[in-house]
């Protein structure tokens, strides 16, 4: 454990993750800019985070929503000007707040200068740079896509007779890692970005770029499953080292891979220190724990176990113990809102479980990110009809079920509690129109409960609110660097309602008691000797022991506790 002690800025930092649409507009359009996130800083500052991890603010035509660039070195129309990123970087630096940006370097926009001119001829000097397969060798073999209508990763173009792979929509191509001017292209830029002064990258799907150019039929091994394949391409930790010795290295940065398909066993290919790839990655495990087998956004038909939750955090602690580094989260703007997921936002339970999730993420070892919105205890909007929907996922697989003749009601029913659209409603500020958030038509529906003390400006004023319990929290894990670097002991391993564990630095040692109970819920501790316990925090103080001497615990529903031991 003590070998994990090496301190750094992005291991002891908390991310705060802004989806910049839906944060906060400044000139009616209902769309959120760089000005609203400039005119919000303070607030941010104010909750203890360090970091901000802002979404795709690149250009875009926005077939998904800013993650089809048509170029890498300019601003969104929507979002503002260079002039207004400058600015931006600047008053964060100027508050102590590092910038982490989006980089989308799978796939580039079908609109970008280089698809355009690749798509242009088959000689074309950019023909290379993204994947193509002539129609004279036949069909190419199936790569299934997420968002095609048809789930089909070859998109046929009649200008040059060929097909272009795009492993997401058909406006999103898959860029050419395999050609060397690419990945030339791909660091010149992201060094323009850091010499710009930013902090970091956030890789979007990175496991995913390298491809066996024979494009052979799906190995026996991955048993259908072609998200697997795609993370484990043959050159992939030969492109990374070579990112990281490109361009990484040069500067004191972070990066944090979306590392879907990746497992505990292959985690350390892309963190060990060693390797000098990446600080750290985001893992799909417990993304995929609601959902039904082999079904994609499908919810399952059963509950999910708090004993299946426990498991994937202690199995991906267990695989950063020694060496590299995790990353703690509970939603972002792929995946609906935590508190709803895996919390409770009955009017019964809302507060103390979406506390009790915060709890649980800055209790935690690895770097903790919050989505927008998480620190007030947002909730899924749980829309009724498909006009209401703007994601490409729900909209493309809507279409998808319609023409198959499919039961859509039950479809639509599912959205309610998987579609991204949850995770992206609007900002709550304040019981004004639109919840503060612009003067115009918002871009996707505001949910109402921002009315009922869902909003910031009402949490302020409140001293037991959602919003500043969290602050309490950040604060009390910024004191405490046994909640960093401490090793974690699970503790009550087959308990379905509690989730509880130690983290231990040296002499230090802390008690975390988490209920996932609707119900009161009495636990014996004995196992863990101490002489006292003093609590440190709890989010619901009237009921919880100031010191303790017997291992006897009694939580409420939802409630969380953490104790110092002595």
Same mark, same amino acid.
């Given at each position: 454990?003590?070998?994990?002690?090496?301190?750094s800025?992005w291991? +002891?930092?908390?991310v705060?993750?802004?989806?910049?649409?839906?944060?906060?507009?400044?000139n009616?359009?209902?769309?959120?800019?760089?000005?609203?996130?400039?005119q919000?800083?303070?607030?941010?500052?104010?909750l203890g985070?360090?970091?901000i991890?802002?979404?795709?603010?690149?250009?875009?035509?926005?077939?998904?929503n800013g993650y089809?660039?048509?170029?890498?070195?300019n601003?969104?129309?929507?979002f503002g000007?260079?002039e207004?990123?400058?600015?931006?970087?600047?008053?964060?630096?100027?508050?102590?707040?590092?910038?982490v940006?989006?980089?989308?370097?799978? *796939?580039?926009s079908d609109?970008? =200068?280089w698809?355009?001119?690749?798509?242009?001829?088959r000689?074309?000097p950019?023909?290379? $740079?993204?994947?193509?397969w002539p129609?004279?060798?036949?069909?190419? %073999?199936?790569?299934?896509?997420?968002?095609d209508?048809?789930?089909n990763?070859?998109?046929?173009?009649?200008?040059?007779?060929?097909?272009?792979l795009?492993?997401?929509?058909?406006?999103?191509?898959?860029?050419?890692?395999?050609?060397?001017?690419?990945?030339r292209?791909?660091?010149?830029?992201?060094?323009?970005w850091?010499?710009?002064?930013?902090?970091g990258f956030?890789?979007d799907?990175?496991?995913?770029i390298s491809?066996?150019?024979?494009?052979?039929e799906? %190995?026996e091994?991955?048993?259908?499953?072609?998200?697997?394949?795609?993370?484990?391409?043959?050159?992939?930790?030969e492109?990374l080292? =070579?990112? !990281?010795?490109?361009?990484?290295s040069?500067?004191?940065?972070?990066?944090?891979g979306?590392?879907?398909?990746?497992?505990? =066993?292959q985690?350390l290919?892309?963190?060990d220190?060693?390797r000098? +790839?990446?600080?750290?990655f985001?893992?799909?495990?417990?993304?995929?724990?609601?959902?039904?087998?082999?079904?994609?956004?499908?919810?399952r +038909?059963?509950?999910w176990?708090?004993?299946e939750?426990?498991?994937?955090?202690?199995?991906?602690?267990?695989?950063?113990? +020694?060496k590299?580094w995790?990353?703690?989260?509970? @939603?972002n *703007?792929?995946?609906?809102?935590s508190?709803?997921?895996?919390?409770?936002?009955?009017?019964a *339970?809302?507060?103390?479980s979406?506390?009790?999730?915060?709890?649980?993420?800055?209790?935690?070892?690895?770097?903790p990110?919050?989505? $927008?919105?998480?620190e007030?205890?947002?909730?899924?909007?749980?829309?009724?009809?498909?006009e209401?929907?703007?994601?490409?996922?729900t909209?493309n697989?809507?279409?998808?079920?319609?023409? !198959?003749?499919?039961?859509?009601a039950?479809?639509?029913?599912?959205e309610?509690?998987?579609?991204?659209?949850n995770?992206?409603?609007?900002m709550?500020?304040?019981t004004?129109e639109?919840?503060?958030?612009t003067?115009?038509? %918002?871009?996707l529906?505001?949910n109402?409960?921002?009315?009922?003390?869902? @909003?910031? =400006?009402?949490q302020l004023?409140?001293?037991?609110?959602v919003?500043?319990?969290?602050?309490?929290?950040?604060?009390?894990?910024k004191?405490?660097?046994t909640?960093? $670097?401490?090793?974690?002991?699970?503790?009550?391993?087959?308990s379905e309602?509690?989730?509880?564990y130690?983290?231990t630095?040296?002499?230090?040692?802390?008690l975390?008691?988490l209920?996932?109970?609707?119900r009161?819920v009495?636990? !014996?501790?004995?196992e863990v000797?101490?002489?006292?316990?003093?609590?440190?925090?709890? !989010?619901d103080?009237? *009921?919880a &022991?100031?010191?303790?001497? &017997?291992a006897?615990?009694?939580?409420?529903? $939802?409630?969380a506790?953490?104790?110092e031991?002595?």
């Open positions: 454990m003590e070998k994990n002690l090496a301190r800025w291991k +002891e930092g908390i705060y993750q802004i989806y910049p649409r839906s944060f906060q507009d400044t009616g359009d209902g769309v959120g800019d760089i000005g609203g996130i400039i919000r800083l303070d607030y941010i500052k104010s985070v360090d970091i991890w802002l979404n795709p603010i690149y250009k875009s035509p926005n077939d998904d089809d660039i048509s170029d890498y070195r601003i969104m129309e929507e000007t260079m207004d990123f400058d600015l931006l970087l600047s008053e964060m630096k100027n508050r102590g707040l590092k910038m940006m989006d980089l989308v370097v799978n *796939h580039s609109e970008h =200068e698809f355009e001119a690749s798509k242009a001829s000689d074309n950019y023909r290379d $740079y993204y994947h193509w129609a004279e060798k036949g069909t190419p %073999p199936k790569r299934w896509s997420f968002f209508v048809e789930s990763a070859w998109k046929y173009d009649e200008t040059t007779d060929a097909y272009y795009h492993y997401f929509s058909v406006k999103q191509p898959d860029l050419k890692w395999e050609n060397p001017k690419v990945r292209e791909i660091y010149d830029m992201m060094d323009y850091f010499q710009k002064g930013i902090d956030r890789m799907v990175i496991p995913f491809k066996d150019t024979t494009f052979p799906l %190995p091994q991955y048993n259908g499953e072609f998200i697997p394949y795609y993370a484990s391409g043959p050159k992939l930790h492109y080292r =070579e990112m !990281n010795q490109e361009v990484l040069k500067y004191d940065i972070m990066t944090v979306e590392a879907i398909g990746v497992s505990t =066993e985690a290919d892309f963190v220190e060693e000098k +790839e990446l600080n750290m985001f893992h799909f495990d417990l993304l995929s724990l609601d959902r039904a087998s082999g079904g994609g956004f499908w919810m +038909e059963d509950q176990k708090l004993t939750f426990k498991e994937i955090h202690s199995r991906w602690d267990a695989a950063f113990a +020694e590299g995790g990353s703690m989260f509970l @939603n *703007h792929d995946f609906p809102r508190v709803s997921r895996w919390g409770n936002d009955s009017q *339970h809302w507060y103390n979406a506390t009790m999730l915060q709890t649980f993420l800055l209790t935690m070892r690895g770097t990110y919050f989505y $927008y919105g998480e007030i205890g947002m909730t899924n909007i749980r829309m009724d009809r498909i209401d929907y703007r994601d490409i996922n909209l697989r809507y279409e998808t079920l319609s023409k !198959n003749g499919a039961d859509l039950v479809f639509m029913e599912n309610k509690d998987a579609s991204r659209d995770a992206r409603t609007p709550q500020w304040d004004t639109n919840a503060g958030f003067s115009g038509k %918002p871009w529906k505001v109402e409960n921002y009315q009922e003390g869902i @909003n910031v =400006e009402v004023s409140d001293k037991t609110s919003l500043n319990y969290f602050r309490s929290m950040v604060q009390l894990r004191n405490k660097l909640l960093v $670097y401490g090793a974690y002991t699970l503790l009550l391993k087959d309602d509690i989730y509880a130690t983290r630095l040296g002499d230090d040692r802390c975390v008691l209920s996932f109970a609707t009161t009495s636990v !014996n501790l004995e000797h101490f002489d006292k316990a003093k609590l440190l925090i709890s !989010n103080e009237d *009921h &022991d100031r010191i303790k001497s &017997d006897h615990f009694t939580l409420k529903p $939802y409630q506790m953490v104790y031991l002595f």
